[in-house]
């Protein structure tokens, strides 16, 4: 079962043309989850000096084959195999000490801890007299490499760090090196807080990293960055590998008709509509240039993560939902980016994930018609592809996308004018962002206001207008034709428009 195998396009191996041995093979790994087969007999071998870009739908099963690599998780079927030795019993121990690390979708650091505090957690090797000292300079070290003037003070604690930072955070300490280096590094969708500069810094040190012959396992949805990174690429769907070939044969389009999803160009493109006489729907004075939206507009808020852009989405549901009289109707519906965070209630079933946006529509008499509210699930289940056998399961049963697309379905199926949009892409995969971009267009130009930020720059470029933000306050607005990644760019670093 163990694989010796020659990899051409690893750097380490064509510099030696030494033969080697994977760092990790699962072989013919299953893994159920009641009635759904997340695995479905998955073999992947990682060799050291590759990059290994892993894709396809939400629910596909990428999650699930890191955790069986990472020793979270054990097949219920098949052999894990670590640098020539079938291993009887592999877990999270004997993974760590093999040089595996994970920085996971969810981000698991702990909130009431200090940054130096959590790198002890995660390098027990550290504990014993002045260890914050060597924790301190271990994860700064890291931090330092990886995001060079980063501006994160360790002894701050996690949880008042914005999303992008814990991201950061959890990327460095999984290429920290405190006595047991790492040689596979497994990024589940490591780029989704991050804006394009910091994704850069992160991906420019992966490829440092592979060229010194360590491994990477990265995940994303955005395949530009996977077919830039990645030595190989392996599409997954539906449990199992369906493509596995080195990153140069393939294109963008070869890996979307891979996964199954179909490009659609309309829905990629901004409307051109007159919005000269729509009145003004939202407004909101300060810090720096007004912000204003009209009827049946897409605003875009862009600039670098954590400059004020989800305060001032906050600021402005707060305006519209800080009665003392709760409204029947919603004036505004918010999609959050930070899902575990302020998106999903935990105990709850997707339907109910689902229906609390619009009770106010599901409701005679105080009593929740679940005829009618099943129905509207359904439908949306079906519009956006949440993929579940049944909506009475819990929401957490549901890969994080598939959550995501929850929490979109809960507020586009609102009647609220106003849409607040806090990167609610995190985690949706390709065609399914085609889908939800379609709807946004739709609903926009039947008068809905939408108000979305974005880190992705393929997505502010959809918008009719862009407020960019710096130091916390909007420094310039732009138009039309003029909404170009060149021009945010320009004013995000230098707060003027090029
Ligand atoms: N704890 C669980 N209980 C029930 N089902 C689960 C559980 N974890 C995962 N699943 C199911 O297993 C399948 C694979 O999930 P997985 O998280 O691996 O997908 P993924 O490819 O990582 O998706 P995404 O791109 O959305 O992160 C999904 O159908 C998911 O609903």
Not at 428 to 439: F, L, P, R, W
Request: charged letters at 25%; one cysteine or more.
């Amino acid at each position: 079962m163990v694989r010796a195998a020659k990899f051409p396009w690893s750097t380490a191996a064509s510099m030696t043309g030494d033969t080697l041995t994977a760092i990790v093979e699962v072989a013919d790994a299953k893994v159920s989850f009641g009635a759904v087969k997340a695995l479905d007999g998955v073999t992947l071998a990682i060799m050291p000096g590759e990059c290994v870009g892993v894709v396809g739908h939400n629910g596909a099963g990428k999650s699930t084959i890191v955790s069986v690599i990472n020793g979270g998780l054990t097949p219920h079927q098949g052999n894990i195999s670590s640098d020539g030795e079938r291993l009887a019993r592999y877990g999270i121990g004997v993974a760590r000490a093999r040089g595996v690390r994970c920085v996971f979708q969810e981000l698991s650091l702990c909130p009431n801890l200090t940054v130096i505090e959590n790198t002890r957690i995660l390098h027990r090797d550290l504990g014993g007299f002045g260890w914050r000292k060597r924790a301190r300079k271990v994860i700064e070290r890291s931090l330092d490499l990886v995001f060079p003037g980063h501006g994160i003070e360790s002894d701050r604690s996690v949880g008042e760090l914005s999303i992008a930072e814990r991201q950061m955070v959890e990327i460095a300490m999984a290429f920290s090196d405190a006595g047991v280096a790492p040689r596979l590094v497994i990024l589940d969708e490591p780029t989704s807080s991050l804006d394009a500069g910091l994704a850069e810094q992160m991906l420019g040190y992966v490829r440092r990293f592979v060229d010194a012959g360590g491994s990477v396992i990265f995940i994303s949805h955005i395949l530009n960055e996977i077919l830039t990174t990645a030595s190989r690429i392996v599409v997954m769907k539906d449990g199992r590998i369906v493509a596995d070939r080195r990153s140069i044969d393939w294109t963008e389009h070869s890996v979307v008709e891979s996964m199954g999803s179909v490009a659609k160009g309309e829905a990629n493109r901004r409307a051109v509509r007159d919005l000269a006489g729509a009145p003004v729907v939202v407004e909101q004075i300060g810090p720096g240039l007004p912000f204003r939206a009209k009827r049946g507009e897409v605003v875009g808020l862009a600039g670098l993560a954590g400059h004020g852009q989800t305060r001032m989405l906050m600021k402005l549901h707060a305006a519209e939902t800080s009665d003392w009289l709760a409204r029947r109707e919603a004036t505004v519906a918010f999609v959050a980016g930070d899902r575990r965070l302020n998106g999903v209630f935990e105990l709850w079933s997707i339907l109910k994930n689902f229906s609390i946006g619009s009770l106010g529509d599901l409701t005679n008499r105080g009593v929740v018609d679940v005829a009618a509210e099943m129905e509207r699930a359904t439908d949306w289940k079906r519009r956006i592809d949440i993929r579940t056998q049944d909506l009475a399961n819990r929401i957490l049963s549901l890969s994080g996308g598939n959550q995501q697309k929850v929490l979109f379905a809960r507020a586009l199926s609102t009647r609220a004018p106003v849409v607040l949009m806090d990167d609610p892409m995190r985690g949706v995969d390709v065609g399914t962002k085609q889908e939800v971009y379609e709807i946004i267009r739709q609903q926009a130009a039947s008068g809905r206001t939408f108000v979305w930020y974005s880190t992705e720059m393929e997505e502010v470029c959809l918008c009719d207008r862009v407020y960019v933000f710096r130091d916390g306050a909007i420094v310039a607005e732009l138009e039309g034709d003029a909404v170009t990644e060149g021009n945010i760019l320009a004013v995000s670093f230098r707060g003027a428009a090029a």
